[in-house]
T-cell receptor
Framework: RKEVEQDPGPFNVPEGATVAFNCTYSNSASQSFFWYRQDCRKEPKLLMS???SGNEDGRFTAQLNRASQYISLLIRDSKLSDSATYLCVVNGASSASKIIFGSGTRLSIRP | EAQVTQNPRYLITVTGKKLTVTCSQNMNHEYMSWYRQDPGLGLRQIYY???????DKGDVPEGYKVSRKEKRNFPLILESPSPNQTSLYFCASSLGGSSYNEQFFGPGTRLTVL
């Protein structure tokens, strides 16, 4: 089983739709969680950190479920500019541990 | 401008010819890391460094070496490149000597080994 798993997609949704991604992780001792966004042939950039209490940034909401070991990302009122690959990132049990990326979920927003 | 730079951006080489990809950051970050990205496999961590003179293996360290003699630089060395090291490589850095913080990525180096 992969340490971090994501549905690769692609998700193809109309502009204005709400779309949700999940990401599961295997190490129950993991401490920090992130969503990164990667545009085609570009470097990944932080979209948002994921906190235990859940957090929201405009149209984006991230949730963490430690009991079931998954994190989620919800995008409301999707825009054409949201088309990208979304990467789930989990670190290990300590601050000195390695960082694990999911293989990414590709999202395409159509007009 | 705060940034992570990598050189070269593109490289085509032949099997066995030693090469170095440089990575430099100007943000005074302690944590630096190298990744490779392959289709369907996502980003996989090769090596990381919590601070100067401290390096650790990531998930796929075989065939690579790194060094961290100065805080700002973290070069990736391929002593004897092979075709299975053809990939897109990213260097990243983050504040603090920990893996808990946001990572800032360089623009990537596309390496082809013939």
């Amino acid at each position: 089983r992969k340490e971090v798993e994501q549905d690769p997609g692609p998700f193809n949704v109309p502009e204005g739709a709400t779309v949700a991604f999940n990401c599961t992780y295997s190490n129950s001792a993991s401490q920090s969680f992130f969503w990164y966004r990667q545009d085609c042939r570009k470097e990944p950039k932080l979209l948002m950190s994921v906190y235990s209490s859940g957090n929201e940034d405009g149209r984006f909401t991230a949730q963490l479920n430690r009991a079931s070991q998954y994190i989620s990302l919800l995008i409301r009122d999707s825009k054409l500019s949201d088309s990208a690959t979304y990467l789930c990132v989990v670190n290990g049990a300590s601050s000195a541990s390695k960082i694990i990326f999911g293989s990414g979920t590709r999202l395409s927003i159509r007009p | 401008e705060a940034q992570v730079t990598q050189n070269p951006r593109y490289l085509i080489t032949v099997t066995g010819k030693k090469l170095t990809v440089t990575c430099s950051q100007n943000m005074n970050h302690e944590y630096m890391s190298w990744y490779r990205q392959d289709p369907g496999l996502g980003l996989r961590q090769i090596y990381y460094s919590m601070n100067v003179e401290v390096t650790d293996k990531g998930d796929v360290p075989e065939g690579y070496k790194v060094s961290r003699k100065e805080k700002r630089n973290f070069p990736l060395i391929l002593e004897s490149p092979s075709p299975n090291q053809t990939s897109l490589y990213f260097c990243a850095s983050s504040l603090g000597g920990s893996s808990y913080n946001e990572q800032f990525f360089g623009p990537g180096t596309r390496l082809t080994v013939l």
